[in-house]
């Protein structure tokens, strides 16, 4: 796919960019932090399309770890680059098994990829873990417990992890997800797995960009379905009561809750019979089984078309949200608009002109 004079332009640039080998290269002293991470990103700005687009095929770890920070990025020219990288990959997408995993926090969603991740490297499985966690900016911490959760997994050649983008809203982080699994697909993996803490709404954006939703629960005491969201039970096409290391009675006893309660749900539109099980992180049991499931739903929903539906409904609802995002945007970068914003919220606070009039002003005088 690529020919003698791309190779060429690719490995150059390799070479050129030795410098930006992050890791275990002694800086001057004297060069503050700051002005290094200029350089960085400058050069990371720099480099051309083709390049970063060559590399993801290949690939370069280290250009799709570029594309991904031009996506995550909020500049105007980031992302307009990030755009065109992304248009490129998008022929070469699609082809891998993507997972959500979802459960409140500490029901152990990073521990368990960490364990399922493993015995799929091991397999030869090419996994990419990404994270939807829009408070990540504000708890940091769970960037890092993720971090030395999956310890392991960070250090296996055949995967990849990137943390949830921290910036902006959840329909901004849910975007760059779906389009940081393009990147990672062209890069070649196979798998995706995208983590999501099952608070608020973050879930069913993960939902959105996913062929496979697992649901990790905990056998707590008694009552465990009275703290469940129903929605997030009708998303799952697996639930698995998690740590069952801990006492295998109470997690087999709540995994029979879970299938009587889901007898009580109308048949999902996919056909298939959401499974229950009992797993550990831990003892690693149940894993193989939750993979073996992931396989079976592909192959069921493939053969019955649920697969490609599910899909296509997922790229429209992507056309809509854009439409919606780009509208915004270009309506709140009109020139001026921040000003005459202000202008009209004084007014309506003086009474001297209605929210819906101005509102209509507003969008009249701006560049949509
Ligand atoms: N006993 C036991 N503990 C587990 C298991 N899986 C995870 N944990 C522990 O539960 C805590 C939360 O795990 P973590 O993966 O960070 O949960 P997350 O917030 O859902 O990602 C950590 O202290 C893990 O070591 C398991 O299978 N058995
Ligand atoms: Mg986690």
Not at 84 to 98: A, F, H, L, N, T
Request: net charge neutral.
């Amino acid at each position: 796919m690529m020919d003698e004079k791309d190779k060429k332009t690719y490995s150059n640039f390799e070479f050129e960019s030795a410098l930006n080998v992050q890791e275990g290269v002694k800086q001057p002293e004297q060069i503050s932090n700051f002005y290094l991470e200029k350089m960085r990103q400058n050069k990371r700005n720099e480099i051309p399309v083709d390049t970063l687009v060559d590399g993801i095929l290949h690939g370069d770890r280290v250009m799709l770890s570029r594309a991904i920070t031009l996506v995550e990025s909020s500049r105007f020219d980031h992302r307009h680059k990030a755009q065109q990288v992304i248009e490129q990959c998008i022929p070469y997408s699609g082809k891998s098994v993507r997972v959500g995993i979802t459960g409140v926090p500490g029901a152990g969603k990073s521990t368990t990829i960490e364990a399922l991740g493993k015995m799929l490297t091991a397999l030869n499985h090419k996994l990419a873990v990404l994270a939807i966690d829009p408070s990540s900016e504000r708890s940091k911490g769970s960037i890092l417990g993720d971090k030395t959760r999956m310890e392991e997994l960070s250090t296996d050649p055949n995967a990849f992890i990137r943390p949830s983008p921290s910036a902006g809203s959840l329909g901004g982080v849910a975007r760059k997800t779906r389009e940081i699994i393009i990147l990672c697909e062209a890069a070649g993996f196979d798998t995706v797995i995208v983590e999501t803490v099952g608070v608020g709404q973050s879930e069913v954006a993960a939902h959105s960009m996913v062929d496979f939703f697992l649901l990790l629960q905990l056998a707590n005491t008694g009552d465990e379905l009275q703290g469940i969201k129903r929605g997030i039970m009708e998303m799952a096409d697996m639930i698995a009561i998690n740590k069952c290391d801990i006492d295998p009675d109470k997690a087999k006893l709540a995994a029979q809750q879970f299938r009587n309660a889901l007898h009580l749900f109308p048949m999902p539109d996919s056909g298939w019979t959401v499974p229950v099980t009992q797993c550990s992180a831990y003892s690693k049991e149940g894993l193989q089984e939750i993979w073996n499931k992931i396989l079976e739903y592909v192959a069921f929903t493939k053969k019955n078309g649920y697969f490609y539906q599910k899909r296509q409904q997922q790229n429209l609802r992507i056309l809509d949200e854009t439409i919606e995002n780009t509208l915004k945007e270009r309506f709140y970068n009109s020139p001026g608009m921040e000003e005459r914003i202000e202008k009209a919220r004084r007014d309506i606070l003086e009474n001297k002109v209605s929210a819906y009039s101005a509102a209509e002003r507003l969008v009249e005088s701006s560049s949509i």
